[in-house]
């Protein structure tokens, strides 16, 4: 599967009080996957994102523009939700989702101060609405969340959040069935 869509960074970022989504900036992202159906319900998969933020704060009253560039990789337990739920369904429409655990490397750059690095764990969760198109081809948009055991991705290590950091991804794919198997049905 091949992956385009956008993200949203979710932390310690001067955020408005009354808005119920961040208020960081959206930034185009992409990535691949590669699933291996266990069974017609249940699967297997290792993913990995190219994950950039972007997000404007201030620090000490400061303005300051904040960038990291993030490579995530993850191995992922993945359920069919329609076939679990409609096990003898025919339909080429399917909600999927996944929860793994994974590992990031980040590099973020702040404007007042020099470039630096560090790494995290992560654990990804995702929703999918996914078409069959044909035996070989699926097409589909997905929703990640991935959560970071971090709390400085924005590069500041004076932030004090109560939390650790979390990017939101959107993003729409396209997925090759390298050998499609027709199960039975009852």
């Known amino acids: ?10 932390g310690d970022i001067n955020q408005s009080l009354t808005n119920t989504f961040p208020t960081s900036n959206w930034n185009p ?14 699967g ?21 523009h904040v960038t990291t560039k993030i490579s995530t990789v993850a191995i992922n337990s993945t359920v069919d939700f329609t076939h679990l739920m409609f096990p003898y369904t025919k339909s080429k429409v399917s909600v999927n989702g996944s929860i793994g655990i994974g590992f990031s490397h980040y590099n973020y750059n702040i ?30 948009a997905k929703v990640s969340y991935i959560c970071f055991n971090k709390d400085n991705l924005e590069g500041l290590h004076g932030w004090k959040g ?12 396209v997925s090759y069935k390298f050998n499609p198997k027709h199960y039975a049905v009852k």
């Open 29 to 42: 992202t992409f990535g691949g996957n590669v699933e291996y159906k266990l069974t017609p319900i249940y």
């Open 111 to 140: 404007y007042v101060l020099s470039n630096s690095y560090g790494n995290a764990v992560t654990m990804p969760t995702s929703i999918s609405l996914k078409y069959n198109a044909s035996d070989h081809f699926d097409v589909g």
């Open 162 to 173: 109560v939390t650790n950091d979390r990017v939101g991804l959107g993003t729409i794919f």
């Open 1 to 10: 599967t091949v992956e385009a869509g956008v993200n949203r960074f979710d």
């Open 44 to 64: 297997l998969s290792l993913n990995g994102y190219y994950v950039p933020i972007d997000a404007n704060t201030n620090w000490g009253g400061f303005p300051i």
